[in-house]
């Protein structure tokens, strides 16, 4: 059964930095992508970034500077780091992961989800 499970979140002020961190089991990293997405209330859930096997990264023009993905194989751990963080970043973030070579930014091509990790920064 494949678990996704992200941690990191937290309450911070505006231009503050946090990392995200999101573990697998019960996955064998294999020509895999995974993602960060992230849902605002009322807002429906967007991409963030997301990174292939091979470390090749994308990231939504409004995180474009600010966000790095990275990922430790060998731990089965996806990172976010996130700097420079602005009120509208504010959201619950998951991670997910689909068995792809390409980058999908639409949360239907995405296999697996974790449960999220809630990020607030306040101005």
């Known amino acids: 059964q494949v678990q996704l499970v992200e941690s990191g979140g937290g309450l911070v002020q505006a231009g503050d930095s946090l990392r995200l961190s999101c573990a697998a089991s019960?996955?064998?990293?294999?020509?895999?992508?995974m993602a960060w997405f992230r849902q605002a209330p009322g807002k429906e859930r967007e991409f963030v970034a997301a990174?292939?096997?091979?470390?090749?990264?994308t990231y939504a023009d409004s995180v474009k500077g600010r966000f790095a993905i990275s990922r430790d194989n060998a731990k089965s751990t996806v990172y976010l780091q996130m700097n420079n963080l602005n009120p509208e970043d504010t959201a619950a973030y998951y991670c997910?992961?689909?068995?792809?070579?390409?980058?999908?930014?639409?949360?239907?091509?995405?296999?697996?989800w974790g449960r999220g990790t809630q990020v607030t920064v306040s101005s």
């Open positions: 997910a992961v689909v068995r792809s070579r390409t980058v999908y930014t639409r949360t239907a091509m995405y296999d697996y």
């Open positions: 990174i292939t096997l091979t470390g090749s990264a």
């Open positions: 019960g996955w064998t990293f294999t020509n895999d992508v």
